[in-house]
Structures are given as C-alpha cells and as structure tokens.
C-alpha cells in the first residue's frame, strides 16, 4: 500500500491500516524511527483502554505484608550482592 503526502506534509492512512490499528478520526498516533531508517507507526491508546488486562487479586495485602516482602527482597538482593 501507498499514499501520498500533501503540500502540508499529510498524509492519508489507507482504511485497512486504520482498520488493523483500530484508528477513528481523532484517535492520535506515535511514530517510531529506527537507526536503519526503518519507521513504525503505533496508535496512541487512552489509559481506559489498559481496564481489564490484569486480573485482580485474590484477598487483600497489608501494609505490614508489603513491608515483609519489601525486607526479605532487598536481604535476598544484599545476600546475592555479597558473593
């Protein structure tokens, strides 16, 4: 596919690229160049869209289980920076 930059430098995206990235007029896009000279374009998604992707936890965790798990993560981290 192709498409041809305007005199304002715009450019169309063909309706199956706006289709594969979920694109509606005003959704806003970034894009990304590689060293290579290679580009990727991602649509910039809103924070509503991340609702659902991780599954909650089961119970609740403490203050007190948090500081617990803190502690025995960083003697586990000075254990392993002393051999």
Partial sequence: MDAAVTAKGQV?????IR???GLQAGDRVKFFV???G???L???LPVTALKGMLKPRKGQ???D???ETAASGAADAMGDARK
């Fill in 42 to 44: 991602l649509p910039i």
């Fill in 61 to 63: 965790v403490t203050i």
């Fill in 65 to 67: 289980d948090m500081s």
């Fill in 38 to 40: 290679s580009m990727v």
């Fill in 19 to 21: 289709q594969h990235l």
């Fill in 12 to 16: 169309t995206l063909p309706k199956s």
């Fill in 34 to 36: 590689h060293p290579d």
